[in-house]
C-alpha cells in the first residue's frame, strides 16, 4: 500500500472507499473520487426538491461516475425517482456497484449515454457534476488526478464549458415546466455559466451558490418556464 501511494495512488483507490454525503461508497479507477464539494450541490437539490417537488420528484444525476449524487439524493428523497446517465459503460458499473449496496437499485436507474439523451421522460431537477477543467489547466492538476483518475471525468473542452454548454442546450426538450437546473462549476465559471443560462433560459431565476470556502461552486437555473 505505501509503495501504492508513493506512486501517487490516491489513498481512496488504495483502500476501494470514499465517504460524500455521509455515505462510503466504492471507488476503483474507473471513476474519479467524489470532492467534499459536490456535497453542496446535493444539498441545494435536496432543498429544491423538498420545497417544490414534495410528493414525488424525477431528477437526474448527469455524469454519474460512482454514483454518488443520485445514490446520496434517493437515500434522502424518499419520493424521488433519479436518472443516473454517464457516456464511460465502466463508470456505470462502479455505480451499480454502489447503488446494490445501499439499496436503492429501485430508485436509481442507470443509463449509459450521452448527457441527456438516454432521459426517457420530462423531469423536475437535471443535477450534474459535469467535467469542467480547462484543456490548458489539465497539465496543471496533481500526480494523482493526472496519472490515476479518468480523463473522461476531468476535461471540459478549451473553456471548461463544452458539456455544461451541451447539457443546457439539451435541458429544455428533458424537463417539466417548473423544473430546475443544478449544476456543479469551476470557481472561476459563475458569470459565464450564468450567461450561457440565461442565453438558453431567459425567463429563469438563475443564482450563483458559493461553497463554503465561499468560492462559487453551484449554478441553479430555477423556474425554467415560469
Ligand atoms: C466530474 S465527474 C463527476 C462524477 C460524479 N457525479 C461525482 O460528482 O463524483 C464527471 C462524469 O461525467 C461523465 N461524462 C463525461 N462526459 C459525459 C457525457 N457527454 N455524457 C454523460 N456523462 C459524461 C464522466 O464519465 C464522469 O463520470
Known amino acids: 500500500m505505501i509503495q501504492r501511494r508513493i506512486r501517487h495512488e490516491p489513498i481512496a483507490y488504495i483502500t476501494g472507499h470514499k465517504e460524500f454525503f455521509g455515505i462510503e ?15 453542496l450541490l446535493v444539498e441545494q437539490a435536496l432543498e429544491l426538491a423538498n420545497r417544490r417537488f414534495p410528493r414525488s420528484c424525477i431528477s437526474t444525476d448527469i455524469g454519474t461516475g460512482c454514483g454518488a449524487i443520485a445514490i446520496a439524493l434517493a437515500s434522502n428523497l424518499t419520493q424521488a425517482k433519479v436518472y443516473a ?15 446494490q449496496r445501499h439499496g436503492v437499485t429501485g430508485q436509481v436507474q442507470l443509463l449509459q449515454g450521452d448527457l441527456l439523451d438516454p432521459i426517457p421522460e420530462p423531469v423536475h431537477l437535471v443535477v450534474a457534476n459535469l467535467p469542467y477543467i480547462r484543456d490548458s489547466e489539465i497539465a496543471e492538476l496533481s500526480a494523482e488526478s493526472k496519472l490515476f483518475e479518468p480523463m473522461i471525468a476531468l476535461a471540459g473542452g478549451e473553456d471548461g464549458l463544452e458539456w455544461i454548454r451541451k447539457l443546457l442546450s439539451q435541458a429544455g426538450d428533458k424537463m417539466s415546466q417548473d423544473g430546475a437546473i443544478l449544476i456543479e462549476i469551476g470557481y472561476e465559471q459563475g458569470v459565464a455559466v450564468a450567461s450561457l443560462a440565461t442565453e438558453v433560459f431567459p425567463e429563469a431565476a438563475i443564482r450563483i451558490v458559493p461553497d463554503l470556502s465561499g468560492h462559487d461552486r453551484v449554478v441553479i437555473i430555477d423556474d425554467v418556464y415560469r
Do not use: G, Q, W
Request: hydrophobic share 45%; proline share 10%; glycine share 0%.
Open 25 to 39: 461508497f466504492y471507488v476503483d479507477p474507473r471513476v474519479i473520487i467524489p470532492r467534499p464539494e459536490t456535497e
Open 85 to 99: 446517465t454517464d457516456i464511460s459503460a465502466s463508470a456505470l458499473e462502479v455505480a451499480a456497484i454502489n447503488c
